[in-house]
């Protein structure tokens, strides 16, 4: 792709246009590049973009004070103007770049739209030339500050020194309930990422944006031809004596596999954050979600399509392929880590969407709201137990005259740890009493 642009292999200067074919491509970049409007933290993540730096291990953990500095400048998106702000960003970078750091690479892929609508940037990041944790990640932003996760750890950064610069902190999920991760304070990373003088070049983006979606296509290309004949030996006849590098191949086949596992953490996301005003707004909701995409059976339909074309990409190898073994070891370790990967993926979106589907409304939570009253008297004359004035998610007192939630088995919480409770269970926590069940009846 980047030849018939006119640039050529291993040289990615743009030439000045020679004929009336190179000119028009020239137009096409330009026109491309006008349709977009480029602030400086959205400039940073155009589609295209290569950020490299560092990521420490252990990074922030030995130093609370400067995690905790870097967390109020991630969340209030502070401008890096002032000299505290530039204290912080060397101090990350002097953690960053420290003896217990390694490279860290992440690649824009391009922006697309979530099925609410929300944009979101599609990235593949590497933090090892071995492939050993190479993994695609869904970025969205607030302002200067990012997010992202992949499958063991969530990233919080912000965009610095005038749009140059990311510096972020990273923190390890840990599982709790199936289904259910939480980031730890006990384990975190910094990384600092800047673009490099390649990318500072619009065009140059452009072009490695449009090379990533032509590999991804031929990938689909050849991985449907492979399904499609009868064995390896016609494989074998067709590609004698052709150079085609088929490890590249099986390379960008894993990639759109993996961006299926973070295609499902995604929706993991939106489904967690689902609420319902009452049963038939829910049903209704998840119908209309699932018309768009995210239904068990789309998401499962996705999975076995996308593996059983890798894996004819992976059996139908050429012997006359031209590759490095070494390297070809490390695609093919590389693409085993993918595949292990999409099934706690899908266990993931499965039990987000079981909770989605029988998670507790928000109409039925307002008719079991009741003042907390001072407590009764029993027929005997003792007072009910203490722990009727307790709520057991927190486990701290109600306040006399405020509002909290007595559900119909007649067990109280604080109105917020109910909200909270009640996204990720339809069960009572002291009872267990399921009230999906109940709106079911």
């Not at 990615?12 to 004929?19: F, G, L, R, T, V």
């Not at 302002?143 to 990233?155: H, P, S, V």
């Not at 008297?377 to 509002?403: H, Q």
Request: hydrophobic residues 35%; negative net charge; contains cysteine.
């Amino acid at each position: 792709l980047l030849k018939e642009n006119g640039v050529e292999s291993g040289d990615i200067d743009i030439e000045e246009p020679q004929d009336d074919a190179e000119l028009e491509a020239e137009k096409s970049y330009r026109k491309d590049l006008d349709n977009v409007t480029f602030t400086s933290p959205v400039r940073l993540m155009a589609p295209g973009t290569l950020l490299v730096g560092t990521i420490s291990i252990p990074g922030l953990s030995s130093d609370t004070s400067l995690r905790a500095t870097l967390h109020s400048l991630i969340e209030n998106n502070l401008e890096n103007n002032d000299a505290e702000i530039n204290h912080i960003v060397n101090e990350a970078e002097h953690e960053a770049f420290s003896s217990r750091s390694r490279k860290y690479e992440l690649q824009i892929v391009r922006q697309v739209k979530d099925e609410l609508g929300e944009p979101y940037y599609i990235a593949r990041h590497v933090t090892d030339k071995s492939k050993k944790d190479d993994q695609v990640i869904i970025i969205t932003m607030d302002r200067n500050a990012l997010y992202y996760e992949d499958f063991e750890t969530q990233c919080v950064g912000s965009i610095v020194s005038g749009g140059k610069k990311i510096i972020g902190s990273v923190a390890q999920l840990q599982g709790g309930q199936p289904g259910f991760f939480v980031p730890s304070k006990d384990s975190e990373h910094s990384f600092v990422l800047e673009r490099t003088e390649q990318s500072d070049a619009d065009e140059i983006n452009l072009l490695r944006s449009k090379l990533l979606i032509a590999r991804a296509g031929r990938a689909l290309s050849f991985a449907s031809w492979c399904g499609s004949v009868s064995s390896p030996r016609v494989v074998n006849e067709r590609f004698i004596g052709r150079k085609v590098d088929w490890a590249e191949i099986v390379e960008d086949m894993s990639w759109l596999c993996e961006e299926i596992s973070a295609t499902m953490r995604r929706q993991v996301h939106i489904l967690n954050d689902l609420t319902f005003e009452d049963v038939s707004l829910r049903k209704l909701e998840l119908e209309k979600l699932a018309r768009k995409g995210i239904s068990r059976f789309q998401t499962h339909q996705n999975w076995d399509a996308a593996t059983i074309l890798l894996s004819k990409v992976k059996e139908n190898y050429p012997s006359g392929s031209i590759h490095d073994a070494d390297h070809m070891a490390s695609v093919r370790r590389f693409s085993d880590q993918v595949v292990q990967r999409m099934q706690p993926c899908f266990d993931r979106f499965d039990a987000a969407l079981r909770k989605a589907s029988k998670r507790v409304c928000l109409a039925d939570m307002r008719k079991w709201e009741q003042v907390c009253e001072p407590k009764s008297k029993t027929a005997g004359g003792d007072s009910t137990p203490d722990e009727d004035m307790l709520c057991v998610i927190c486990c701290d007192r109600f306040e006399l005259g405020k509002k909290r939630i007595v559900t119909t088995c007649e067990h109280a919480f604080h109105i917020a740890c109910a909200h909270d409770w009640f996204k990720e269970s339809s069960q009572c926590p002291t009872c267990r009493l399921d009230f999906s069940r109940e709106d079911e009846n």
